[in-house]
C-alpha cells in the first residue's frame, strides 16, 4: 500500500537540540497526524492538523500542515532524554477512515 | 482520555497453532477498529478494518482466512492468527476510533508481539 515518505529517517542529537522532520505525500490528505512510538508499545498521537496552512503546537513540539497538502512538518524544540523513539506522520482523508502511515524517523540522543 | 487495551502483550506459540489477540476499547464505543502489522523498524501497515457487526475489509495481500476478525460489539474486536508459522512472528497493533468527529482521534492499543517457533 501507499506509504509517505518521511525523512530524516534518522537523526542523533545532543539533549537540548531542535529538531525537524518532514513528510511528504505523492497524493493530497486533509488531515495530517503525528505520532510517536516508543519501543514495543504502540503510537501515541502529538498532534493533529485539519486545515491546509495550519501550525499547531502541544507543548515543545510544533507541526504545520503544507500548503499543497501533501507534506507536513514536526519541530521539537530543546530536546529532552524523553524525545527518543520513532516518529510518525499518518494522512487521512473525510469518508475513507483508513490512515496512511509515514516511513518513520528515529530519534536519538547523544550523551 | 480514550483508552485502549490490548492484550496480550507477548505471545509465543508452536507452528501451526492459532493465535488470538483481543483490542478493547475501555472508555469510548469503538465504531470501528484497525489492524495493523509492524516489522522491525519499519512502519505500520494496515491489513484491515473492522466495523462492528460487520465483515472486515482486507487490504491487498491479506489472507481473510488465515487472519480472522471478528468485531461483535461496540468495544472489543478480535484478531486471530491461524495455523501460524514463522513469516507470521510480528508486532501486531490495533487501533479504535470512536463516534463523533474525526479530531476525536485514532487511539492505539500497546501493540501484541507474536513470535511463532
Known amino acids: 500500500g501507499q506509504q509517505l515518505n518521511q525523512s530524516p529517517q534518522s537523526m542523533f542529537i545532543q539533549e537540548g537540540e531542535d529538531v525537524s522532520m518532514n513528510c511528504t505525500s505523492s497524493s493530497i490528505f486533509n488531515t495530517w497526524l503525528w505520532y510517536k512510538q516508543d519501543p514495543g508499545e504502540g503510537p501515541v498521537l502529538l498532534i493533529a492538523?485539519?486545515?491546509?496552512?495550519e501550525l499547531t503546537s502541544n507543548g515543545r513540539l510544533t507541526a504545520q500542515f503544507g500548503i499543497t497538502r501533501k507534506d507536513s512538518f514536526l519541530n521539537i524544540s530543546a530536546s529532552i532524554p524523553s524525545d527518543v523513539g520513532i516518529y510518525f506522520c499518518?494522512?487521512?482523508?473525510?469518508?475513507?477512515?483508513?490512515?496512511?502511515f509515514g516511513t518513520g524517523t528515529r530519534l536519538t540522543i547523544i550523551p | 482520555g480514550a483508552v485502549v487495551s490490548q492484550h496480550p502483550s507477548r505471545v509465543i506459540c508452536k507452528s501451526g497453532t492459532s493465535v488470538k489477540i483481543e483490542c478493547r476499547s475501555l472508555?469510548?464505543?469503538?465504531?470501528?477498529m484497525f489492524w495493523y502489522r509492524q516489522f522491525p523498524k519499519k512502519s505500520l501497515m494496515l491489513m484491515a478494518t473492522?466495523?462492528?457487526?460487520?465483515?472486515?475489509?482486507?487490504e491487498q495481500g491479506v489472507e481473510k482466512d488465515k487472519f480472522l476478525i471478528n468485531h461483535a460489539s461496540l468495544t472489543l474486536s478480535t484478531l486471530t492468527v491461524t495455523s501460524a508459522h514463522p513469516e507470521d512472528s510480528s508486532f501486531y497493533i490495533c487501533?479504535?476510533?470512536?463516534?463523533?468527529?474525526?479530531?476525536?482521534?485514532?487511539?492505539f492499543g500497546s501493540g501484541t508481539r507474536l513470535t511463532v517457533v
Open positions: 492538523l485539519y486545515k491546509a496552512g
Open positions: 473492522s466495523n462492528e457487526g460487520s465483515k472486515a475489509t482486507y
Open positions: 487501533s479504535a476510533r470512536g463516534q463523533g468527529p474525526l479530531r476525536t482521534g485514532y487511539t
Open positions: 472508555d469510548f464505543q469503538a465504531t470501528t
Open positions: 499518518a494522512g487521512t482523508n473525510f469518508g475513507n477512515e483508513k490512515l496512511t
